[in-house]
């Protein structure tokens, strides 16, 4: 069994469906649901699924939410490592109007984690550290991350990433990123997020840019699937289209996907495929 060490954000994910406009002191009655989420999290529930033993190194408030979250880990079976910080747990209420999406997120306990949090202890026979690219954006949060990738590199881990949304990327600095992420031997990003990386606007052409920085990874299509790379070898796989679903959380279902499959000897069209089909259910599910 691979040994996976993520690090990164644990939210509660609100997801609220607004058929009409709502008009300033009134109220609509639709779809709520709240469930436990994160980019990070995401990705420690969907490779523990798969058979990988997952420690999640993080922070949550001291709050029911907070309960939830751990609670939550603890059933899928992942080994908690959080620390307990006054104040909240974060949240990311997204709100659908039709087709449209928006998001607001209150990072809360996330960025209470620190370098102090990472114990030398998380890493014995350690496979793979898997890093949510939100943690490049906090200060607290990147000193942390800059710890637990240099013990990765000690030990000969491999060191995974997936980026955060490209506007986000563009507000903290495109070199400062690409900087922060040097040492990712896997990295995986949408479309968007790799033509803001590299200045390609092709699949092809983005994906041999970023090959040249990082041996393995894998540029998500939507429901185009995914292109893969592993040095110069490349591969295309789609899966099955699931259609009027909230699409939160693939990416880093399919990265989970990707990186279990790797650690575990696939081959680089095995793993793809394995992933595009591992997000297909993430959101048959939500």
């Given at each position: ?5 993520v ?14 406009p ?28 798969l ?14 939410v ?16 959080l620390?307990r910080?006054d104040?909240p747990?974060?949240v ?21 984690l ?9 890493f ?12 490049f ?11 637990a990738i ?28 690409r ?7 896997i ?6 997020e ?7 606007t092709e ?65 680089l069209?095995v ?16």
């Open positions: 069994m691979i040994r996976l060490l690090v990164g954000d644990l939210n509660l994910d609100v997801r609220a469906e607004e058929p009409m709502t008009a300033c002191g009134q109220e609509t009655r639709s779809v709520v649901r709240a469930v436990p989420g994160g980019s990070a999290g995401t990705f420690a529930r969907v490779a523990t699924g058979g990988a033993d997952v420690t999640f190194l993080g922070a949550v408030g001291n709050d029911a907070g309960d939830v979250l751990v609670q939550d880990l603890s059933s899928h079976g992942i080994h908690p490592c620390r910080v104040g747990s974060g990311v209420l997204a709100l659908h109007r039709g087709g449209d999406r928006s998001m607001i997120c209150s990072r809360g306990a996330n960025d209470a620190d370098e102090e949090d990472v114990d030398p202890g998380l014995e026979d350690l496979h793979c550290v898997h890093v949510s690219g939100y943690a954006l906090s200060v607290p949060q990147a000193r942390a991350v800059a710890r240099a013990f990765a590199r000690d030990i000969g881990a491999a060191i995974s990433v997936t980026a955060p949304p490209a506007n986000l990327i563009e507000s903290f600095g495109v070199e400062l990123f900087q922060a992420v040097r040492d990712a031997g990295l995986v990003l949408n479309h968007s790799g033509r803001l990386l590299t200045g390609r699949a092809a052409a983005i994906v041999d840019a970023l090959a040249a920085s990082h041996a393995a990874g894998a540029l998500t299509l939507g429901s185009d699937g995914a292109l893969a790379w592993r040095n110069e070898e490349r591969s295309q796989a789609r899966s099955s289209a699931i259609l009027d679903v909230d699409p939160t959380g693939a990416g880093d279902a399919y990265a989970a996907g990707f990186v279990v499959s790797l650690q575990n000897g696939e081959t069209s793993a793809n495929r394995i992933a595009c089909e591992t997000a297909r259910k993430h959101l048959a599910v939500r």
